[in-house]
């Protein structure tokens, strides 16, 4: 991966990885729900005028066990510990899918930890008359086309680049446990009580969502936003499902951009 450098970080409940790119003002990105096993795009994008780090969180491939977290608060904290490695405090941080949750949380609990909050299809709220679609219960040929307009290549990202029995293998269990991370966070139904302390996030936040998102209701972003005290603005992704920042990299990059650099 040229230009990104990684880094272990000591953390309560042991060590995480630290994907970091570019130089310029700070931004934390905590991936969605695969998350991190490769480097993205967008975030090529972001490292050309900031520096981009990339903490891997519980149970995500670089983060330590999530098999400890067992209330909501232990995942809350496990958050900001990986929000404090990545070193960008009082900076941007983005937050998509299950990141998206925890990204709100940190920033209503920790309100001077971001001066600036960017949430691509956040779980965390439910609505019963609009249920969120449960990706957890998908047989495994369907999870894709659910999760991204980009399926066959969104395969591709989340598959084992050798041959190596053993290297596969490896890999394949390290996408279960996020998997199983993301359903222990989320489970059930998508709703961490996030919409109980919306209401404390004061800095400006970007709402993304893509316009395609078959997991996420549209009506999600505006309730949301809604609730938030601070200055919100929603921005739709034309062509993206809801991993948008896999699958339109190139525009979701361009509201960031002109977010973050919005007076």
């Not at 990104?4 to 969605?32: D, Y």
Request: glycine share 10%; hydrophobic share 45%; with cysteine.
């Amino acid at each position: 991966m040229i230009g990104i450098s990684e880094r272990s970080a000591t953390v309560p409940g042991g060590e995480l990885r630290v994907w970091e790119k570019g130089a310029g003002p700070g931004v934390c990105f905590f991936a969605g729900v695969v998350g991190l096993p490769r480097w993205l795009p967008v975030l090529d994008r972001l490292a050309r005028a900031h520096r981009v780090a990339a903490p891997s969180l519980p149970g995500a491939p670089g983060g330590h066990s999530a098999d400890l977290l067992d209330e909501h608060v232990d995942w809350l904290l496990a958050a900001r510990d990986a929000h404090l490695a990545a070193g960008t405090d009082g900076g941007a941080l983005i937050g998509a899918s299950t990141g998206g949750a925890l990204a709100a949380d940190v920033a209503a609990v920790w309100p001077k930890a971001v001066g600036r909050l960017v949430l691509i299809a956040p779980f965390g709220v439910f609505d019963e008359g609009e249920p969120i679609a449960d990706i957890f219960a998908q047989r495994p040929s369907d999870r894709s086309p659910l999760l991204s307009n980009r399926p066959d290549e969104l395969d591709a990202y989340t598959a084992a680049a050798s041959g190596d029995a053993d290297e596969t293998l490896e890999w394949d269990l390290a996408m279960q446990r996020a998997n199983n991370a993301a359903a222990r966070l989320l489970w059930p139904l998508g709703d961490t009580r996030l919409a109980t302390r919306l209401g404390r996030i004061a800095c400006p936040t970007l709402l993304l969502r893509g316009a395609d998102d078959r997991v996420m209701p549209r009506s999600y972003a505006a309730r949301m936003a809604e609730a938030i005290s601070g200055p919100t603005t929603i921005r739709e992704i034309s062509g993206a499902g809801h991993m948008a920042e896999f699958d339109r990299p190139e525009e979701v990059a361009d509201a960031i951009e002109e977010f973050l650099a919005a007076a």
